[in-house]
């Protein structure tokens, strides 16, 4: 009974959940890993023609929310994504004025809070939108999905910060270069910290 007490209280600590009805506000950030892409031509599948790598970047964003029930909400974010272009070898391309590769992306994510426990709350979300992605000074919007999850515990009862991982994919993002008939599957591996304010 003691025992059953004691694991009652840990898992009590700390841990203020979440209410339905409640609207909430986030903000996140990090680091987004180096990666390297195969350039290939249009349409998707075409043989390819060269590839580049990128250096780790940034990730920087925000998403207002609404907790439908204790365990599910809904949000809409906005988020950025930068990496600088460190190698390239795509012959038809030209020399980068400007060698970066971003996404600025608009997303509709659900998100599935489990039981805290310990006083740490994990949860895992999914969403889809559409991100303009590019390089080289073009860029044009595509359909954009993710995946992320985390854990994070409260600082006051209406505030929580937590550390999360995320991965974000543009498929057949455009390249610049040959007419605009390259494209690569922009995707990135992001490791934030995140802050949550309800109201």
Do not use: W
């Not at 350039?39 to 580049?52: C, F, H, M, N």
């Not at 994504?81 to 012959?91: E, G």
């Not at 426990?117 to 000074?137: F, K, Q, S, W």
């Amino acid at each position: 009974m003691r025992k059953l007490l004691l694991l009652s209280a840990f898992a009590a600590l700390g841990a203020v959940p979440a209410h339905a009805g409640e609207t909430y506000g986030k903000l996140f950030g990090g680091v987004v890993f180096d990666r390297d892409y195969d350039v290939e031509t249009v349409p998707p599948g075409g043989p390819a023609v060269g590839d580049l790598g990128t250096d780790t970047g940034f990730d920087v964003g925000g998403a207002l929310g609404y907790q439908i029930t204790d365990m599910f909400a809904i949000e809409g974010e906005i988020a950025y994504r930068l990496n600088s272009i460190d190698a390239a070898t795509i012959a038809i391309v030209p020399a980068p004025a400007d060698p970066d590769l971003s996404a600025l992306s608009f997303m509709a994510n659900g998100v599935f809070t489990a039981p805290s426990a310990y006083g740490l709350t994990p949860y895992v979300g999914a969403g889809a939108g559409t991100a303009r992605v590019g390089g080289l000074g073009e860029h044009d919007f595509v359909f954009a999905c993710q995946a992320f999850g985390g854990v994070k515990t409260n600082i006051t009862d209406r505030i929580s910060a937590g550390v999360e991982y995320r991965y974000f994919a543009a498929p057949d993002a455009p390249y610049p270069g040959a007419g605009g008939a390259l494209d690569i599957d922009y995707a990135t591996h992001s490791a934030n910290v995140v802050l949550t304010r309800s109201f």
